[in-house]
C-alpha cells in the first residue's frame, strides 16, 4: 500500500462499497487500529480493517470478498518502492514473489468469490521507461504500424527500470489476460512521484498525518528535498540531475482514485489505463525550487541507479483531466505545509539514512562507495522566503 492513501480510503469506505488491500507488517497492523480509532472520532464514522497477507492467506482473501460483495477494489497490496527492490537478492525476490502473487491471488479470489468487482490498481510510470516513446507517452495503449502496414493499437511496450518496476509491468499483462479470459474490470494507474503530507481528511488529527519517507530507500525525490532544506542539509541530486520524472500531489492522487472508482470500464471492455501525474519536472530543477526556498545547497552525488543521466519525458494525463481532475503544480506555497510537519517532527529525523543504500549493480556500488552516511550532519533550520 502506499503509506499516503489512509485518507482516502477512508472517504471510498464512506461511498462506496469498497474493500481496499495493502501488504504491510505488524506494526502497521497496529497503525491502522489507532488510525481507524481516531477517523471515528473525528467523523464519527466507523471503518473495518482486517489484517490478511493476500500473498499468502489466499483462502481468507476469497472469504473476504464473499463476505463484503465489493463494487471495487482498491489495490495496494504492494512493495512499494524502487530502491527497496533493488538492495540485495533478498528484497528482489521478496518483491516478486509479493507483488506478483498477490495480484494474481487478488484475480482469482474475485473470479473464485463470484463477485463482479472492478480492480483499481496503483501503478508506475515507470512501467513506461524513460524518455523512451521518441514523443509523448500515451495512456496504457499505443498506436504502431505492424509488418504488412497493418496498423494496431496495442499495450506500450514495457520498459522497467528496477524489480520494483518490473513486477509493475507483470501486473499489466496479467491484467491483460484476465481481462481477456475471465472478463474481469480493471483500471490500471500509471502514478508518478507523490510528493506532500496530508489531505483536507488527515489534517484532522495528528494521529491522522501521514508518514513522510526521506530515506533513501522508501522516499521519494521531491519530499527528501523538502526534509533536507528544512532541516538545512545539502539536497542530495543523483548524478546531474537531467532525470525528468512525473510528479503529483497526495490530494490529487485520492482524487485521481476516486475518479477511477466512479468511472469503472463495462464488463467486456479492455483493461483502463490512466496516466496519474500532474506535471514533469527535471530533478536538478525541482532541487533549484526547493534551494531558492530554503538556502540549502545542491550537492551532486553519485547516481546508485543504472539509467539515463538525461532524459525528456512528455506524458498524457488528458483521461483524468476530461473527467475532472484539476492538477495540482509544483508551487512553493505549498511546501509550508510538509515544512511545518518536518520541523514538528525533525527529533525523528536520523541523518545517517539520507544517503543511499541501495545500488542496482557492483559498478553502482562501486561508483557511490566514497558516501559515508555518517557524515551528513544536521544543519540550522532555514527560513523561507514565506518566513516558515
Known amino acids: ?56 492467506e489466499y483462502d481468507l482473501l476469497v472469504q473476504l470478498i464473499k463476505d463484503e460483495q465489493p463494487d471495487s477494489i482498491v489495490h495496494f497490496a504492494e512493495q512499494r518502492a524502487a530502491p527497496y527492490s533493488m538492495k540485495n537478492s533478498k528484497t528482489k ?161 485520492a482524487k485521481c482514485i476516486e475518479i477511477a472508482v466512479d468511472n469503472p470500464p463495462k464488463k467486456g471492455d479492455r483493461v483502463e489505463i490512466f496516466n496519474q501525474i500532474a506535471e514533469t519536472r527535471r530533478v536538478r530543477d525541482v532541487a533549484a525550487l526547493v534551494a531558492d526556498q530554503t538556502g540549502v545547497e545542491v550537492n551532486n552525488i553519485p547516481n546508485p541507479r543504472q539509467e539515463a543521466a538525461e532524459n525528456e519525458l512528455d506524458v498524457s494525463n488528458k483521461k483524468f483531466c476530461n473527467l475532472g481532475l484539476e492538477p495540482t503544480t509544483l508551487d512553493a506555497g505549498l511546501f509550508d505545509e510538509v515544512t511545518q510537519i518536518v520541523k514538528k517532527y525533525k527529533d525523528r529525523c536520523d541523518p545517517t539514512k539520507i544517503l543511499p543504500a541501495s545500488f542496482w549493480n557492483k559498478k553502482r556500488a562501486q561508483e557511490c562507495a566514497d558516501l559515508d552516511p555518517n557524515s551528513v550532519k544536521l544543519g540550522e533550520e532555514k527560513e523561507t522566503v514565506n518566513g516558515v
Request: charged share 20%; hydrophobic share 35%.
Open 93 to 253: 525476490r521478496y518483491t516478486i514473489d509479493n507483488n506478483v502473487s498477490g495480484s494474481n491471488n487478488l484475480c482469482c479470489a474475485i473470479i473464485d468469490a463470484e463477485v463482479d468487482a472492478h480492480i483499481v490498481h496503483l501503478g508506475t510510470m515507470g512501467v513506461y521507461g524513460y524518455g523512451t516513446s521518441g514523443g509523448e507517452i500515451p495512456e496504457g495503449y499505443i498506436d504502431v504500424t505492424l509488418p504488412g502496414g497493418r496498423e494496431a493499437n496495442i499495450l506500450h511496450p514495457a520498459h522497467p527500470g528496477s524489480i520494483y518496476h518490473a513486477t509493475k509491468c507483470l501486473d499489466a499483462i496479467m491484467w491483460q489476460f484476465y481481462q481477456k479470459n475471465d472478463d474481469l474490470r480493471i483500471t490500471d494507474l500509471h502514478q508518478g512521484i507523490v510528493w506532500g503530507t496530508n489531505t483536507p481528511q488527515t489534517i484532522k488529527d495528528e494521529r491522522l498525518v501521514n508518514r513522510f519517507d526521506y530515506d533513501g530507500d522508501y522516499g521519494t525525490v521531491l519530499n527528501r528535498f523538502l526534509m533536507q532544506g528544512a532541516m538545512g542539509v545539502p539536497l542530495t541530486v543523483y548524478g546531474t540531475g537531467g532525470q525528468t520524472r512525473g510528479f503529483i500531489h497526495v490530494t490529487d492522487t
Open 1 to 56: 500500500m502506499h503509506s499516503k492513501m489512509t485518507a482516502f480510503m477512508r472517504k471510498l469506505v464512506e461511498k462506496y462499497n469498497i474493500v481496499i488491500l495493502h501488504s504491510q507488517t505488524n506494526s502497521f497492523h497496529s497503525l491502522c487500529q489507532v488510525r481507524v480509532q481516531a477517523w471515528k472520532e473525528v467523523s464519527g464514522k466507523e471503518i473495518t480493517f482486517k489484517n490478511i497477507d493476500i500473498a499468502k
